[in-house]
């Protein structure tokens, strides 16, 4: 999801924001279909549309939930309070998980999305779920990493393939832990360390003002996993205005006092910034649903009555559904249902 708004105190406008959509991601592992922003700021609102970087008229950004890589309702279905007691039930579905993700094609993936980015050449790249794993082999003296994944990098490695000037701000890890994947005799032999995230690109050609990188106060407590939520902030200067892009990853529709929280304290700190305010990512609220509906939380509701507006019906006037959500956790069946 993406938010944008204009401050009318700093620059005489009404107050305005605007709201775009990215990614579902429920406990039964929606995956994100890619949301591209190509006029982010429409034509009507900004009056002023020229002197950007070669001249550019508007300032484009793309919003994109790279997924986990796996289903992760194996992992919701165990009562972590019941450990060591049910030690194996958790390897298992460790062990399920960590199959997905090793049989998901990260590089081909990354590519599609590199693709997007260098078509779009948009300002600022939002991502979300940028995950990176590690088998550590814990009967070595050290420790040692027998097998490891890290979407982050492998974009990176593409970007950096392409010769794309995009300057990493971040990773904001908001989830950071390990689970046993493997016993032996004695006990557990072997862990996969992970952790989970947002990160923000920001076009080379754009001056970068201030970056602000945190975790929400609420999160799901597991036991032995904390499942964290974030955001990263980035002021930038376009049109000599200033810009604050917020790429943001909220919890799920499931769990919505966590998520309801996170919303009220995104609101709370970016709501009221000078500028054109920006907010992308997955924010895990269905924009047609309605209360009752399992993809529905009253995020998109409270943001569009509180000066935001929607991104993705000011581009296309509500003549496109839009939906982006949601894929089997394979990737390679979908029906896509849901603008999230």
Sequence with gaps: MSTLRLSGRAWGLAALAALAVSACDAPTTPVSDQDVLQEAIPAPVVA??????EGEAFFRVYTQNVFLGGDTGPLFTIDFSQLPGNIGDVVAAVGTFW???????????????????????????GLQEVASYAVVDLTTSPPSIRDGRDSLAVLLGQIAARGLDYRLVGPQ?????????????????????????????????????????????????????Q????????????????????????????????????????????????????????????????EGDPSWTPTYGF?????????????????????????????????????I
């Design 173 to 225: 890890i908001n989830t950071n832990s390990q689970l046993p994947i493997a016993l032996g005799p004695s006990g557990v032999t072997q862990v996969l360390a992970f952790t989970s995230g947002e990160a923000v690109l920001v076009r080379g050609d754009l001056p970068l003002v201030d970056v602000e990188l945190g975790s929400f106060a609420d999160l799901v407590d597991l036991g032995p996993v």
């Design 99 to 125: 199959g997905a993700v090793q049989a998901n094609d990260v590089a081909a993936r990354a590519a599609a999305v590199v693709d997007e980015i260098e078509a779009l050449a948009p300002h600022e790249v």
């Design 227 to 290: 499942i964290g939520r974030g955001y990263s902030r980035v002021e930038t200067v376009f049109n000599d205005t200033p810009y604050h892009v917020i790429t943001t990853h909220l919890e799920t529709q499931g769990i919505r006092p966590v998520h309801d929280a996170q919303a009220l304290e995104l609101f709370a700190r970016f709501g009221d910034l000078p500028g054109v305010t920006v907010v992308m990512g997955d924010l895990n609220s269905d924009a047609e649903g309605v």
């Design 48 to 53: 002023a549309r020229t002197g950007g970087p």
């Design 303 to 339: 943001l569009t009555a509180n000066g935001f507006v929607d991104l993705w019906e000011e581009k296309t006037g509500r003549d496109e559904i839009g939906y982006t959500c949601c894929w089997e956790p394979d990737l390679m069946t979908g029906a896509l249902d849901e603008r």
